[in-house]
């Protein structure tokens, strides 16, 4: 008798864990076919907007050098410091206020050359100087005409002219709706094509900035601010979604 209960219990026992299963699986099936509508209900979309602007700042880099050895050090500073004050006044009778300009300390390093035998070491001895600037064309032409600083024996390079745009953060408020705009463009193009149209924004996000040069399109996943040129086109991106009805 003991052992035929034993055996109604686990037969009683399996059916209640297959039914368990059973509705479980029905719940499974239920909520991935009510994902799936809810998925097909929607419409995600890019919106882009973009903007041509012109460089209102110049970080213009550039260096004084000179070659000495260890004996000549001192007279080496000295007419680093002379050829320093040659270009500060160069640049202020150009229109520069001092405080657009940063000195930074002298850096040394020594020359290395495998035919220098016994000779004495030389090392060369350099000096950056930064202008900030909003005024981009004479840093510009300045930069491309430093020939008078040449003609006094001064050793001065251009290291490079970095152009940016002030205003970026008020441009990408501006520039977001203009997005959006074009994010629901597309989306009601795409709902028409399949008889349907667009409802409810559900969702949305801003992707990255791109800040290019003009006519330029190397875009990247985590945003591109490109110094080289003036002339820039701004482009912003916008992800959405919409419910379809």
Known sequence: MGNNNNT??????????LGIFIVLAVLVVSYTFYQTKSFDNALSVTGSATKQVVSD???????ISRITKL???????ATLATDLTAVQD???????????????PIFMEQNWDQNQGNAEKTYTIRQTVEVNS???????????????LIDKGVVFSTQSLEYTYTKLSDERIAMLSD??????????????????????????????????????LNVSDFGTYDT?????????????????E
Request: no cysteine; hydrophobic share 45%; proline share 2%.
């Open 8 to 17: 109604i219990l686990g037969w009683f026992n399996s059916r209640l864990v």
């Open 57 to 63: 700042h110049v970080k213009w880099i550039g260096s």
């Open 71 to 77: 004996s000549t050090l001192k007279t080496g500073y």
């Open 90 to 104: 160069f640049m202020k009778t150009k229109g520069i206020a001092y405080a657009e300009v940063v000195i930074s």
């Open 134 to 148: 909003p005024n981009v064309a004479l840093i510009t032409d300045l930069a491309n005409h430093i020939q008078p």
């Open 179 to 216: 997005a959006m705009k074009d994010a629901k463009a597309r989306a009601s193009m795409l709902a028409e094509s399949s008889g349907k149209k667009i409802g409810k924004l559900k969702s949305a996000s801003s992707g990255v900035v791109q800040v290019l040069s003009e006519n330029a």
């Open 228 to 244: 080289s040129k003036i002339n820039k086109t701004i482009m912003l991106t916008v992800k959405a979604s919409f419910t379809l």
